[in-house]
């Protein structure tokens, strides 16, 4: 992704499996009862591959670990704008020209996705975040 060229679906995998791996391991192991995971899932698929994973594990494990998403939407123009000043900050590996394709890859949540809650990231980023934390709140 540092010279534009995005993930391929094959590459995502694993790196999808370690995310849900690490949460089902904290969740399983700790005295914890809720894990928190940021990533882009900006597929159908990719939200499914984590799904799929929690669901073996409530098989496995004997658990019941539920999984919800919360999807950021923003303005296609607004993502590249802040991805340019976190790139020249050198906070963000990805240059701004990865976003359109990052927009190409992506497919908002369908209505039977009922465990998604999207939130509007147009906004600042404290109401963001207290949206956020208000659907997270509600799923306690």
């Known amino acids: 992704m540092q010279n534009s060229s995005s993930l391929t679906d094959e590459d995502r995998k694993p790196w ?35 799904r799929a994973a929690i669901a073996t594990a409530n098989v496995t494990a004997r658990y019941y670990i539920k999984t919800s998403f919360i999807y950021l939407s923003m303005e296609e123009e607004l993502a590249r704008e802040l991805v340019a000043e976190r790139h020249e900050k050198k906070r963000h590996f990805m240059p ?45």
Do not use: H, W
Not at 106 to 119: G, N
């Open 96 to 140: 701004p020209e990865g976003v359109r394709k990052q927009y190409e890859d992506l497919q908002e949540p369908e209505e039977e996705e009922k465990d998604v809650f999207v939130v509007d990231a147009n906004q600042g980023r404290g109401e963001v975040m207290d949206e956020a934390v208000r659907i997270a709140e509600s799923l306690l």
């Open 16 to 50: 999808l499996a370690g995310i849900s791996n690490a949460a089902i391991e904290n969740l399983c192991s700790s005295s914890t009862s809720v894990v928190v995971a940021s990533c882009s899932a900006l597929k159908i698929k990719y939200r499914d591959q984590i």
